[in-house]
């Protein structure tokens, strides 16, 4: 069974920064793309970044490009995001995602609140 948990997210100040985690499992990670979605109040979830199996390359909302970035752990099954410069409009749950055999995995998802 595919198993994504989001863990990390909390309350930070503008300016701030935050790490998130996604632990995986059930799946072999090392060979498949990783995403993060986020879904503020009263908005859709859209997607926020994704890397390649190798962690080479990396995908970015326009929002977010320059102040986030995506990374992987293949040895931990791990997929990292890295918040920096936060702004309250960041402010959202965030979901990790995987695509296998065209279907969405999602986990749970962690609050990140962005607030001074």
């Known amino acids: 069974q595919v198993q994504l948990a989001e863990s990390g997210g909390g309350l930070v100040q503008p300016g701030g920064s935050l790490r998130l985690s996604c632990a995986a499992s059930?799946?072999?990670?090392?060979?498949?793309?990783m995403s993060w979605y986020r879904q503020g109040p009263g908005k859709e979830r859209e997607l926020v970044a994704s890397?390649?199996?190798?962690?080479?390359?990396?995908n970015y909302v326009e929002s977010v490009e320059g102040r986030f970035a995506i990374s992987r752990d293949n040895d931990k099954n791990t997929v990292y995001l890295q918040m920096n410069r936060v702004k309250p409009e960041d402010t959202a749950v965030y979901y990790c995602?995987?695509?296998?055999?065209?279907?969405?995995?999602w986990g749970q998802g962690t609050q990140v609140t962005v607030s001074s």
């Open positions: 059930g799946f072999t990670f090392s060979s498949i793309p």
């Open positions: 995602n995987v695509r296998r055999d065209s279907y969405n995995y």
């Open positions: 890397i390649s199996p190798g962690g080479v390359i990396t």
